[in-house]
């Protein structure tokens, strides 16, 4: 979704660009790796660098347009699940929500567009009252509601609550030097 907003096409233009490739790198550095348990023998940081490293290849051609159908459906299972997982241990989320930020955004800008968005929920996203807003504090409460993503639990978690305000002020409209200033922002955080 991100990569989407800010013009790339493919997995392939978005990794090769290295506001994109250093936001990956830190988001599964910090977010992602420490909430996994790697089977005896792989190291996680080299599994990741391997895979970055396929994406780099421009004859494996992955369009960003059809990795992002069913969001509703993936993000429960990639995003939401591990933000859950790193509230209960007390690690960052951050780049998470800026993730959701991105896909609210993207939906926004298709609905606007006019465009057609390949999701199962595809016909309840332009009732959503978070796909109208560009209010961070607004779009937040409204998007906390929405239960494709969270239960009553995860809405009412105050930390959650403060990074996706954030992330969604800092993606601000989504135009893309907006969008590449606040992935390098939260990038070069320690």
Same mark, same amino acid.
């Given at each position: 979704?991100? #990569?989407? =907003?800010?013009?790339?096409i493919t ?6 660009? $290295?506001v994109?490739?250093?936001?990956l790198? /830190? !988001?599964?550095?910090?977010? @992602?790796? +420490?909430? %996994?348990?790697a089977?005896?023998g792989?190291d996680?940081a080299?599994?990741?660098d /391997?895979? %970055?490293?396929r ?11 059809q990795i992002?159908w ?5 993000l429960p299972?990639r995003?939401?699940g @591990? ?5 209960a241990? #007390?690690? +960052?989320?951050?780049?998470?929500? =800026?993730? =959701?930020a #991105? ?8 609905l ?7 999701d199962?929920?595809a016909?309840? !996203? ?11 504090v607004?779009a937040?409460? /409204?998007? %906390? ?6 239960? $009553? /639990?995860l *809405?009412a978690?105050?930390?959650?609550? &403060?990074?996706?305000?954030? *992330?969604?002020s800092?993606?601000g &409209?989504g135009?893309?030097? @907006?969008?590449?200033?606040?992935? @390098?922002a939260?990038?070069?955080?320690a």
């Amino acid at each position: 979704y991100l #990569g989407s =907003l800010a013009g790339h096409i493919t997995v392939c233009e978005a990794i090769n660009d $290295d506001v994109f490739e250093t936001f990956l790198m /830190a !988001l599964t550095a910090r977010e @992602t790796i +420490p909430g %996994l348990t790697a089977p005896e023998g792989l190291d996680l940081a080299a599994y990741r660098d /391997a895979i %970055l490293q396929r994406f780099h290849n421009p004859a494996i051609r992955h369009l960003l347009a059809q990795i992002a159908w069913d969001g509703t459906q993936k993000l429960p299972v990639r995003i939401i699940g @591990t933000i859950r997982e790193n509230l209960a241990a #007390g690690r +960052p989320i951050g780049g998470h929500c =800026l993730v =959701l930020a #991105g896909w609210r955004l993207f939906v926004m800008k298709a609905l606007a567009a006019g465009r057609e968005i390949t999701d199962p929920l595809a016909g309840s !996203l332009a009732e959503q009252p978070w796909a109208a807003s560009l209010d961070a504090v607004a779009a937040t409460e /409204a998007f %906390l509601l929405f239960r494709a993503f969270f239960d $009553d /639990a995860l *809405a009412a978690d105050t930390t959650l609550r &403060d990074q996706l305000q954030l *992330a969604i002020s800092q993606l601000g &409209d989504g135009a893309p030097d @907006t969008l590449r200033a606040a992935l @390098t922002a939260w990038s070069a955080e320690a």
